[in-house]
Each structure stands twice: as C-alpha cells, then as structure tokens.
C-alpha cells in the first residue's frame, strides 16, 4: 500500500516537473512571436501602408473631432441606479 502510495507521488512529482517545462516554454514562445509582432516579421509587410506616426496623428485628430463633438469633451456615462434605503426600526 505504501509503495503504491510512493510510486503515485512519484509521478504526480514527473507531471509537475512537466507541466513547469511546458509553462517556461510557453511563456518563452509567447516572448517571442510578441517579439516578432512588434518588429512587424509575423506577416509580410505592405509598403503602401501609412508609417505608425502617420496613422497615430489620424487617431488623435479624430478623437478630437469626436471630443469636440460631445459636452466638455467628456463621453456621458450611464447613472447607477439608485437604492432604496429601509427603515430597520
């Protein structure tokens, strides 16, 4: 009953050690295709796309025009509804 015991824990101990290689690699892999997005080597690259600082300028000066557009500046948020209070007494 023991040695079955022991024998159990032993490979509960070989799948952990599993899983933590898998994990490491994981995250390592991870690493690397965020990597590789961010150099923009994870798909061919069009060259008759506008350059990151173009496109950046495009965003901010429609959130502009679209802030002009709402009260202040400000997206309205939706009210909380409101509690009744009991009277415990």
Known sequence: ???????????????ENIITTSLRQAETLRQSI??????GRLVPQDPNDE???????????????HAAGTKKGKTLQPKSPKRKVRDVN
């Not at 965020?34 to 150099?39: G, N, R, W």
């Not at 350059?51 to 025009?65: G, Q, T, Y």
Request: charged share 35%; net charge negative.
């Open 1 to 15: 009953m023991i040695e079955e015991i022991e024998r159990h824990f032993s490979q509960i101990d070989h799948i």
């Open 34 to 39: 965020l990597k590789q997005a961010f150099e």
């Open 51 to 65: 350059p990151a600082s173009v496109l950046l300028e495009r965003i901010k000066a429609e959130k502009a025009c």
